[in-house]
Structures are given as C-alpha cells and as structure tokens.
C-alpha cells in the first residue's frame, strides 16, 4: 500500500521547476494542488497540455489529475507548501525578490499549525530567514518553529537532461529547526531516489545553490576568455580543452561558446554578489564571469561581421541568419537566452536579420529552416538544437551562405577546410 496515500502537498509556481515536481509528488501518491498566479498556466494544466516544451512532461500530464488553481484556500488541507516561484534580477542586476515575496505574502494567512513550508527557489544566503519567515509570521500570527515549519531545498533540475530529472538528483536541505528539518528529509526521502544532504542551516542551503551555478559561470568564463585570446592566437580553444581534459584529475573541462542564457547561471550569481555587497564585501571573481559572459554574444556579432569583410560582403543589409533563440539545445526556453543580444549586435551592424528556431516559432521567425538558409550571406548558430548539428557543408553550398559562424562549435569544422564557406567557431 502506497503510505503517502491522501497526503495533501500544495506546490506554488507551476514552472520548469514547479511542474515537474508536482508530477514527481503525484507520482508517488500524494494529492498535489498546484497554484499558479498565470491563469494561462492554469488552464492547459488543467486541460492536461504542458505549458512548455517538454516531452517528459507532455506525457505525464495526460494520465496526471493534479488540480491547477489560483485559490489559495486549498493549501489549508496540505501537510506541506513548496515554493517554486521565479527569482529574477533587475535589469540592473539587483535581485528581484518581488515574486518570492508575492507567494509568501499570499500563503501565509492560510498557513496551519504543523504544517511545514519549504522555498525551493533559488535565493542568496539570509533569504529564507529574512524575507520568507518575517512574512510568514506576520501575517499567519504563527511562530516558525513552534506552530509551522521552515526549510530549504534549492532545487537543481536541468530541463531537457536525459539522465539527471527531478527524481534522481541529489538535494540538499537545510530548515530553521531541527523538527522542520526532520521533515523536510522525511518528505523528500518518499519522492526522491538521489541522496540527501542535511545542512547545518537555512543560509548553508541557500549558499549551495549560488556557489554551484557560480562555480559554473565562472568556468565557463574562463574558457570564453581563452576563446576570444585563442581566435587571435589561432589556436583551437576546442582541441586544447580537450587536451588537456586528457588530465585523469584536477581538470574539468568547460567550453566556450557565444553567451550564457537560462534563468540560472547568468542570474544566480547577481544574488550572491549583491548580498555580499551589503556586508561590505566586493566579490571580484564572480563580478569579473559576469562581466566576460556578458561579452560573448557581441564577440560573436563581431565574427560575422570580420569574417564577412574578409569576402568583401559589407555586413549593412547583408542577409544573417541566427539559428536558435532558446537558451540551450532541444527546449524552448528563451530566458536570458545570448542569442537576442546576438541580434541586438547585428542590428547595431545594420544586418538584414532573418532568425529561425524549431522549438520557438512566431511571426517573426522563418516559417522553417529552408526559408531561413535561402540566399543568407552568413549564419550564425546560436543554439545547438539536433537539426542544426546535423546541417552539412552542402546546406550551406547550396543556399549561397558565403560564413558560418559556430556560436557552439557543434559543427565538424574540419568539413570547411578548402571549401567555398567560411567557418569560424568560438575560439576556433
Ligand atoms: N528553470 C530551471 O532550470 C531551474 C533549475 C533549478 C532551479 N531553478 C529555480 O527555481 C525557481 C523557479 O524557476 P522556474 O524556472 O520554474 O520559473 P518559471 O518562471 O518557469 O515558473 C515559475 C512559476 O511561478 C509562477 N508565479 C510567480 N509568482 C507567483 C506567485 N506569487 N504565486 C504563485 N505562482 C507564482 C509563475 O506564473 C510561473 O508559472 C527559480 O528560483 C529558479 O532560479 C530553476
């Protein structure tokens, strides 16, 4: 007999991040109530569509019968609450706590004694405690730790990742009191088949989470940097990553490429340095990533415009052509995605732009990858989708396109060589 049988969760944010989870909690018999301020949202979950490209998704929601609502009187019968809103920055980089706030703002005069609230947003160290728990006591009239329970579980789902999912990834926990974190470990270990790691608080939980998608921006940097060093020195950043990840330890090897999208990596770190900032501390390392990440797209703006030169085709007018606007290969998701500041660079270059992408179709866009190739003078490819590695030498020959430009070294550059198109990868 399944024993979370009639246990009630409510998860808030229907999300990348919210979505799955439900799922995952109803899989393994909870009753899920997921709450969703977009009544779009609301509606397809309701309608049994996913409300974005994913066909893991796509298929559980079929057979799943979790309720999608905006009435937040129903989380009073669920045992535990999880947050799963967005944590944006500004566009000055400031963290934007506004929907995080928002939620809890909108569960707390709901909040029943024994129940257990988690964040599973990601937010710098002291958010949980500062923001999330004032306004939950406040407005509730409960104490944390006495009459409700707070925990942390930064969530690390990658969308579109064959083998890590929101079920088998490990987590880390962190809660205000021991009770809540008791329960925390208690409820993730009925979901979750990846292992779980107790941390000693709120703020060591929320830490781990910043420090990863850090640690990760910062690597990248690196590689970015070395790339637009390596163009110059024509030396192939590609091959002597890979050289050196022939190293059997202390080396792992991270790739360049024309920018960092999503609504992680290049977001997350803002929140660490900005907190640190306010203690007075000045995080040079992280600011430094950003600052290099920042760069790729118009670096890569600049090579179709160079490589075009080179040809004698003035870049004003010319026909170029982005392939890819979501962020990464295979998804749809566009948050941050490096190839809208692509575009904005090209536009500065007077290019007659022409964008196409398989999973984000829109009047704006080709209608399909043959319209979009026809006659283009160069092609930029900024997303590494499977129907853009699988073009070959003779779709390019053949549609006139004189330089390709290979924001993510997906392509045998090899192919190139001698032949009538111009092929210039990142730091390749
Ligand atoms: N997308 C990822 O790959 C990923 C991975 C790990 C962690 N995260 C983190 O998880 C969090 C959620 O990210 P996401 O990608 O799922 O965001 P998302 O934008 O896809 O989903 C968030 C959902 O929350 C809803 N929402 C906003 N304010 C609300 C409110 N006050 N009440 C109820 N619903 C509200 C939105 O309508 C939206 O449907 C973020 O902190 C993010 O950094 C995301």
Redesign the pocket.
Known sequence: MNSNKNKQITI???????LPLALLAEKKGYEVIG????SK?IKLINDKISPFEDEKITNQLKNSSIVATDDLTKIKDSSIIII????PVYENHIPNLE?VK??CN?VAPFIQKGQLVIL????NPGVSEDTVLPILEEKSGLKCGEDFYLAHC??????GDEKWNVENINRVVGAFCKQGLEKAVAFYKTILSGKIKLMNSLKEAEAVKVVENSFRDINIAFVNELAMSFSRLNIDIVNVIEGAATKPFAFMPHFPGCGVG???IP??PYYLIEYAKKSGFDHDFLSLARRINIKMPSFTAKQAMLELNKINIPINNAKVVVLGLSYKPNID?CRESPSFEIIKALERYGANIVTYDPFVLDKSTAKNLDEALKNAKAVIIATSHDAFTRLTLNDFIKNGVGVVIDGRNCLSKDDFIKSEVAYKGIGR
């Open positions: 808030i944010g229907l999300g990348y991040v919210g709450i969703d301020t977009d949202k799963c809103v967005p944590t929907p928002g939620a909108s599973e947003s990601t937010v930064p969530e690390r789902i990658n969308p999503g609504h992680c977001v997350d998701d």
